[in-house]
């Protein structure tokens, strides 16, 4: 009889425990979403450079030397190098779902189909910081935890 006691005791302060740990807002996103439009129209004026991009490490900027790229209207990302161009597509977008940190934040989508060299840029890159000449983004990846760093300045 002590044994069920006990074992019930047991049983009722561990669901207490639990009870007070968990949070209603634990399994779903944030419902605060951050306004990508600040960042939209930063990138829509003007022509922009890549003064920066370091991939988990590796200095990797002069593949970009000389490009030109325009965030164009219909997510049209094009970069041009006298008679070279590349096209992908952009957007911004914000981002509250748990799988990344920080949770409530914008993500700066870049994908280039080719040539390989674009098709590096290609990901969900995060702000780090943005102003009317300047953007910097991070990206932490899922599978080897490397980071990459990409760097746009206003030509």
Known sequence: MKKIKLISAFALFFMLTTAMTCNDNDDSPSNNSVDPTPVINTVNNGNWRITLYNDSGSIETNNFANYIFTFGA???LTAVNGSTTVTGVWSVTSDNSLDDSPSNDLDFNIAFSTPATFTELTED???????????????????????????????
Not at 125 to 153: M, P, R
Request: negative net charge; aromatic residues 12%.
């Open 125 to 155: 890159w995060n702000i780090i910081s943005y102003n009317a000449t300047k953007i910097e983004l991070i990206h932490v990846s899922g599978g080897n935890g490397g980071t990459d760093y990409l760097t746009f300045e206003k030509n």
């Open 74 to 76: 219909n997510n049209v």
